[in-house]
């Protein structure tokens, strides 16, 4: 279905992007069923565009949620489309529940999916009271001073999780490494960024250096992978090998294997763990 659709361009600057999301119509309740009916009983790909165009605007309004994370809005942006086109692919609209309450869930879980993958601080973080940490901490607490015992006792109850998680996700955040991209939460174009100032200036000899390092990583990895089952080693290599527009989230490899997606977060944590085993024996 997403191959033949067409979305408003994201080359130029993300307020020019807005104001053409902002001016797709939203639909009435009656325009939207009767959408989604000609894409379920139809196939119809004009249905489903003008479903995902009339709630582009939320997947716009979900991402700026999410700017604390240091990463490009353009990214976020694009990752909730996916999920929003994922949310109109399996909408039932005899239901009686709203698109965009139903399309949410899919935007957020993409979303939630690019952040983890890109923010090398919390990829450890994959309890699930890590990442209900994770995604919550930060915005619960008052200022940048370290939470007080009272206050960090407070945050867990709240959350459910225990007062020494709160702390160690604390700890991270404030010990993260810094920033190639620019942190701002303005969207300005021409801010700076450390990964502005950043140069190539390694002789021949280094070149020659970081080649030997980049092949013997590579025969690591594959004795790595050879370590898995077939099962594990697809779900590794959908969601960490294949190229960038193409990895696979939790969720799709939960509809591709018949398991929960917390089934698939399982044996993709023993298998990496089993594969960083390899790795550091062969090392």
């Given at each position: 279905m997403?191959?033949?659709?067409?979305?408003p361009?994201?080359?130029?600057?993300?307020?020019?992007y807005?104001?053409?999301?902002?001016?797709?119509?939203?639909?009435?309740?009656?325009?939207?069923?009767?959408?989604?009916?000609?894409?379920r009983d139809?196939?119809?790909?004009?249905?489903?565009?003008?479903l995902?165009?009339?709630?582009l605007?939320?997947?716009?309004?979900?991402?700026r949620?999410y700017k604390?994370?240091?990463l490009p809005?353009?990214?976020?942006?694009?990752?909730?489309?996916?999920?929003?086109?994922?949310?109109v692919?399996?909408?039932?609209?005899?239901?009686?529940?709203?698109?965009?309450?139903?399309?949410?869930?899919?935007?957020?879980?993409?979303?939630?999916?690019?952040?983890?993958?890109?923010?090398?601080?919390?990829?450890i973080?994959?309890?699930?009271q890590?990442?209900?940490?994770?995604?919550?901490?930060?915005?619960?607490?008052?200022?940048l001073?370290?939470?007080?015992?009272?206050?960090v006792?407070?945050?867990?109850?709240?959350l459910?999780?225990?007062?020494?998680?709160?702390?160690e996700?604390?700890t991270?955040?404030?010990?993260?490494?810094?920033?190639?991209?620019?942190?701002s939460?303005d969207?300005?174009?021409?801010?700076?960024s450390?990964?502005?100032?950043l140069?190539?200036?390694a002789?021949p000899?280094?070149q020659?250096e970081i080649?030997?390092?980049?092949?013997?990583?590579?025969?690591?990895?594959?004795?790595?992978?050879?370590?898995?089952?077939?099962?594990?080693?697809?779900i590794?290599?959908?969601?960490?090998?294949?190229?960038?527009d193409?990895?696979?989230?939790?969720?799709?490899?939960?509809?591709?294997?018949?398991?929960?997606?917390?089934?698939?977060?399982q044996?993709?944590?023993?298998?990496?763990?089993?594969?960083?085993?390899?790795m550091?024996?062969?090392?």
């Open positions: 997403t191959s033949a659709l067409t979305l361009s994201m080359s130029g600057s993300i307020e020019s807005i104001q053409s999301v902002n001016a797709f119509p939203t639909l009435s309740q009656e325009e939207e069923t009767r959408l989604a009916r000609r894409l139809e196939g119809e790909i004009s249905a489903a565009q003008q995902i165009l009339s709630h605007r939320v997947v716009v309004s979900i991402a949620g604390g994370y240091g809005q353009a990214d976020l942006i694009q990752e909730g489309n996916v999920g929003l086109m994922k949310a692919r399996r909408f039932d609209p005899e239901r009686g529940v709203r698109l965009v309450s139903f399309a949410m869930h899919w935007i957020k879980a993409e979303m939630h999916e690019f952040i983890m993958r890109n923010w090398r601080l919390v990829k973080a994959t309890t699930k890590q990442r209900k940490l994770f995604f919550n901490l930060r915005s619960m607490k008052k200022g001073d370290t939470l007080t015992p009272s206050e006792d407070a945050v867990a109850e709240k459910g999780v225990k007062s020494e998680e709160v702390v996700m604390e991270r955040f404030s010990g993260r490494d810094i920033s190639l991209e620019p942190l939460d969207d300005d174009e021409n801010a700076y450390p990964i502005t100032y140069t190539d200036d002789e000899s280094q020659l080649e030997q390092n980049k092949r013997l990583r590579g025969e690591s990895l594959e004795q790595s992978l050879a370590s898995l089952d077939a099962r594990s080693r697809h590794i290599e959908a969601r960490w090998l294949r190229e960038k193409n990895t696979a989230t939790l969720h799709d490899l939960a509809d591709e294997l018949g398991v929960s997606a917390e089934r698939i977060r044996i993709e944590a023993k298998a990496i763990q089993k594969m960083r085993g390899v550091t024996a062969d090392s």
